[in-house]
């Protein structure tokens, strides 16, 4: 019993990493409607900049994070110029776009094998434990779940309260509707891109300490955050959350009785079953 | 230009054995991912379905093979046909979920079977051997060599090219046929592909386990090339690849995934020089390609002419198909939440008339169209056609019984020619199998000129036939308008049901519209009409529906129709009740 709590509290916390790597992937198909291919690349280059930031310059952990969220926030930004509104504005641009932002992760991911190599990199975040109970937590473990719910309420004050968060919305509902009222679309759908890139480098900074970074670690995320999408149902927030923290609770939970493929093996199962009953996923609905 | 791939692919044959044993392997592979590509171009061209999980079929395929050679000993290249079998079963059972999963949804299901697949055979250790692999002795035939006084590499190259053109000449055919515009017709329309009795299930199964089969043939033959069964066999890379080489070759051409496999293989192999960031620059040029040329590598190539379509020789009158005397419908009701929309409406349409359905907007005119057409069921009620009943049916099923309907706005493939997109209705004419459209034995053919025939009529029929070859979405709307009639006739419908046909028309289009009506009346066909042109109405109905907040208000010719007092109100209103609910428009 102890040992199930145990990894249901360490499930929460990887939980919330697939959350928020999720969250983005999800807002940028709520709003601009395409496949961001290379999502998880961002995720990854978060806990490279972080490493790095650490190693290398010797600045604090906190101080690395804030960095990475701002470069994986640029990087973002370059590539939605680059590779993602101009192509999704042709037409077919939606199938277009998974080939752009295909090739745009694979330059990312080349592009630091080739200069970093494949060797993991460990980095330590905040030292101490916590108890709660007969449940001991890393102090880091506690901070990044505390993160991730402050980024999520911090988003649903920004959508449900500010102008861009009304602006964004509306684009999520119907492009046209939104140019009619006098909305800059592209505008919003650059800042979209942008913030779904520094969600995703803030998930790779606070995940960096427990994972140990290696250059491959996006393609990974990238393909669980898909799954928490599409079960959470595509372009919607609170189905991204549920289900990623879902997801973290279930996989450390059953690694407690199977191996990690045996595992991986019924989850992706499950997710078969549950698209047949429910196609349209869990969390029906749209960005409202 | 006919003759240029043919040609290309025998100097491939010839020059083949020529090459040095490295452009041999580099051929070899670059075969193997057309045909892949091939085969994950048919959903995703054909059918707009984006598979993330094509290695399923791919991998299924060399285990298959790989696994029939190890343990049962059998000759490898008979294995390699065997293991399209199940690539052939898991892609009939993608087809079928296929009904109820598109856009993401199929994407995300197709990799996650990819994924199942390679965790089996990653975990399944006393059978796959899992990440160990099994280990496949070079299928030799040293008999041949000794015949053809050539070694394994040379005869091994000229297996892959000629597979792949054996795949390309199969799909071409396919594509070409009715099952090919079965395709394009539920990707671009899916409720006009029903409503001309294209049963989606089936086209979707055929589709995707053609697909599946060939995904499952290039897998086997790769096989020979890497010598070992490893898991990495189902990994996502290989299912981007297959999916991204279609994309870049292009999807709308044959050739395109052709072309895109080609460069998938050969670019980070010229790489070479750059070293580690041959990759990187690969994806570079991928998504500069991408950007500057978003159809793909094959619209550098000079575009084949369209071909144009004569007349056929042997024309054919349009004739309606001989159906029982009347579609009766009784009691019918059909609510949408707290709206009802059409209630407890009776009526008849008998053969050989021509009835209006009228009444103000909103009134459940379009609802009664398409619960007769089974496009919905009713909450109570049936339809009948003599002694079958039509609303326990699917819609594809009513238009095989002859009832088939037009919409009300314009559905047509804009992306096709008018002949094409009539060619779609005459889908019912004559039964088809796949083995038939590949292998267009004569009697293949003259199926296919009797439904060229049919096509032509309708077109003719309605006027379009100086504009045959042009793509619909050039047409003029009235012309568009004419061409969804002509569809509709190219099914032969004993009753035709169309949905505001007039609806846009201007005053000499609505005449033209009318003067068909009433021919086609002449020529024998049933037709049920709703329109909101009501002097078109009037002149043209035998008798005339009138509908008001989903119930019946009258039934009759048009001149009691016009004199009745229920009816006038309902269009007009009255002078003591100004404030009536009641729509005024007329």
Known sequence: ??????????????????????????????????????????????????????????????????????LVSAVAWVMDIVAVSPVARKPGGDQIVLVSTYAAGLIIVETVLAAIGPTPIAVSGFSGIVHFGSVVLTMHRVFMFA????????????????????????????????????????????LTFVLAGGIAGLAGGLIAPIITFNATMGLHAGIHAFVVVVIGSMGSIPGAVVCGLSLGMIESVLSIFLGQHVAATLIYSLLLVTLFVRPQGLFQGALR | MKFVIPAVFVAALVAAPFLP?????????????????????????????????????????????????????????LAVPLAILPGVALGALVGLASLRLSGAYFAIATLVTSEILRLVALNWVSFTRGPMGVVVHRPREKWLEALTGRDFGDLYLMLCILVLALVLFVVSRVNRSLIGRAWVALRDQPKLAESVGIWPLRYKVIAIAMSGGIAALAGGLFVPRVLVLSPDL???????????????????????????????????????????????????????????????????????????????????????????????????????????????????????????????????????LSLISAFLSPNSGVVRLGQLTLSTLSSHQAAQQGVVRTFQHTTVCMDLSVYENVLIGTHLLLPETTAAAVLRLPAYQQRECKRQALAWAAICFVGLEERANELAGSLAYGEQRMLSIAVALATRPGFLLLDEPAAGLNHTEALVLARLLTSLREKGFTIAIVDHNLRMMMKLCDRIVVLHHGRMLAEGDPVTVRNTPAVIEAYLGTSDEPEKQGATDA
């Open chain 2, 21 to 77: 044993t490295y452009y041999q392997g580099l051929a070899i592979y670059a075969c193997i991912l057309a045909i892949f590509a091939t085969s994950a171009n048919i959903s995703l061209g054909q059918l707009g379905l984006i598979s993330f999980g094509h290695a399923a079929f791919f991998g299924l395929g060399a285990y298959a093979a790989g696994l029939l050679n190890f343990y049962t000993g059998m000759n490898y290249w």
């Open chain 1, 1 to 70: 019993m102890e040992l199930l709590l145990q990894q249901i509290a360490n499930g929460l916390s990887l939980g919330m990493a697939y959350a928020l790597v999720a969250l983005g992937l999800t807002l940028v198909f709520g709003v601009l409607h395409v496949v961001n291919f290379a999502h998880g690349e961002f995720y990854m280059l978060g806990a490279l900049v972080t490493v790095l930031v650490v190693k290398s310059l010797g600045l604090p952990y906190i101080v690395a994070l804030l960095v990475a969220i701002v």
């Open chain 2, 234 to 368: 189902f990994s996502g890379t290989l299912s981007a690849t297959a999916l991204l080489a279609a994309i870049l070759g292009g999807r709308g051409a044959v050739m395109g995934p052709v072309l895109g496999g080609i460069v998938f293989a050969v670019a980070p192999e010229l790489l070479r020089v750059v070293d580690e960031y041959r990759l990187a620059i690969f994806a570079l040029l991928l998504l500069v390609v991408v950007r500057v040329r978003p159809d793909g590598l094959i619209s550098l190539l000079p575009r084949r002419k369209t071909v144009h379509v004569r007349p056929p020789s042997a024309l054919v009158e349009i004739t309606p198909r001989q159906l029982p005397a009347t579609l009766s419908i009784e009691h019918l009701s059909r609510h949408f939440g707290g709206l009802k929309a059409v209630e407890d409406v009776s009526f008849e349409v008998r053969r050989g008339e021509i009835l209006g359905l009228i009444g103000p907007n909103g009134a459940g005119k379009t609802t009664c």
């Open chain 1, 147 to 190: 993160a991730g719910i402050v980024m999520i309420c911090g988003l649903y004050m920004l959508f449900a309260r500010t102008n861009f968060g009304r602006s964004l919305r509306a684009v999520a509902q119907s492009d046209y509707a939104a140019k009619v009222v006098g909305i800059d679309v592209e505008r919003i759908k650059t």
